[in-house]
């Protein structure tokens, strides 16, 4: 007899089907197989007692304050834990229950009803514009070309063209000067068909570029304010292209200017909720949401959205990250933008494993590599 433990981030189903199981039984044992835990904010404390019952008496468990059982306080954070088949058990035995367990009984279902796929896209990231923080990432049209063929051979899903740069306290330019910007990429784009190889993404909130850029195969728009201008929200719709939202508290110039949330998730997850509602009356078909590293974020906010970000899986959406050679990394262990590709490999690889699908990073040869390993790791018996 032999003993090993296993990684929690396994392929539950294939190993399950290495042990020759019953079909029967194969989906009952997968949802075991799987543990979750669901932190909850102000619960009512009637609530609390309940849950916690209703909990152990299925083997899960509810962690809660001294005093809930007496109820010295109206409300309680707590720890909802168990595999995914018992909270698909509580999800439906909650229904009935007063005191609010109603409204957590639907979020469990939300949650329970998330994509558990894992596949990811790599974004190539390639600036028209000559204020971009990262230097590197700037080129000309002809070397823009050069580096597109490039981007293409190493591997990357995606390209995504800027030709305004988002950094913190960046000027914002006119709709006519950015267009003159990426308008000879683009251009040259289209002439040599190059999105029939990859595919194109716009970052860009300007509909003057966008619909130059939609009118010449580009099918993905990348939006830093979270499809906000209606007209952007038309484009997409007309063109049928993928829109980004991402996530921005202020405006670029001043987002990093103290900010500050009550509570980070509860504010990005409204507003995720506010900006698919709008896109989805417009029409728009493919969305995919950004949490926004470092776009109004203190460090303790970046890091806690990557650690956590599963818990946007809730909404069925792709997510993008982008912490490529971000401020963060030196924040942690001071390095100019040129030292802080290993630290973008550890933010994006733990992002990808906490629920990120879209890679958007300066470094595609690098991060292909590094995903193909980790991915490879993660398929091994």
């Avoid at 229950?97 to 790599?122: C, D, H, M, N, W």
């Avoid at 990093?256 to 896109?279: D, I, T, V």
């Avoid at 949401?289 to 970046?302: C, H, P, S, Y």
């Avoid at 590709?341 to 990120?356: C, F, M, S």
Wanted: negative net charge; proline residues 3%; hydrophobic residues 40%.
């Amino acid at each position: 007899m032999y003993m090993r433990e296993l990684s929690t981030q396994i392929d539950t189903k294939a190993w399950i089907a290495k042990l020759n199981i019953e079909d029967g039984g194969q989906k009952i044992l997968d949802e075991k197989m799987h543990f979750h835990l669901f932190y909850i904010q102000e619960l009512h404390v009637g609530a609390a007692n309940i849950l916690k019952q209703d909990a152990l008496s299925i083997g899960a468990d509810l962690a809660v304050p001294k005093g809930t059982i007496l109820c010295e306080t109206p409300h309680v954070d707590c720890i909802l834990m168990g595999t995914r088949k018992h909270m698909q058990i509580l999800s439906k035995k909650e229904l009935a229950q007063p005191f609010g367990l109603k409204l957590v009984a639907k979020e469990l279902q939300r949650f329970l009803r998330a994509s558990k796929t894992k596949s990811y896209q790599i974004m190539g990231v390639l600036n028209a514009n000559e204020d971009s923080f990262f230097a590197q990432s700037r080129f000309q049209t002809h070397e823009a070309i050069v580096k597109m063929e490039t981007m293409i051979e190493e591997g990357a899903d995606i390209i995504d063209i800027g030709g305004v740069s988002s950094r913190p306290g960046s000027e914002p330019v006119s709709e006519e000067e950015e267009l003159k910007r990426i308008q000879p990429v683009v251009d040259a784009i289209y002439q040599q068909r190059l999105y029939e190889k990859v595919q194109f993404s716009l970052d860009s909130y300007s509909p003057l570029a966008l619909s130059y850029a939609l009118e010449r195969g580009f099918g993905i728009i990348n939006d830093i304010t979270g499809l906000k201008n209606d007209e952007v929200c038309r484009l997409a719709a007309q063109y049928q292209a993928k829109a980004v939202i991402m996530h921005m508290q202020g405006e670029q110039k001043t987002m990093q200017n103290s900010p500050c949330y009550s509570n980070l998730f509860e504010q990005m997850e409204s507003f995720f909720e506010e900006r698919m509602e709008k896109a989805e009356k417009f029409g728009i078909k493919e969305i995919v949401l950004d949490v926004g590293i470092g776009f109004g974020k203190r460090l303790e906010d970046n890091l806690s959205l990557i650690h956590h970000l599963q818990h946007f899986k809730k909404f069925n959406k792709e997510l993008l990250i982008g912490a490529s050679r971000k401020s963060m990394i030196k924040t942690i262990c001071a390095s100019e933008p040129e030292e802080r590709l290993p630290g973008t490999l550890a933010i994006h690889l733990k992002a990808y494993d906490n629920g990120a699908s879209v890679i958007r990073c300066h470094d595609v040869k690098e991060h292909c590599q590094a995903f193909k390993v980790h991915q490879a790791i993660l398929d091994a018996y």
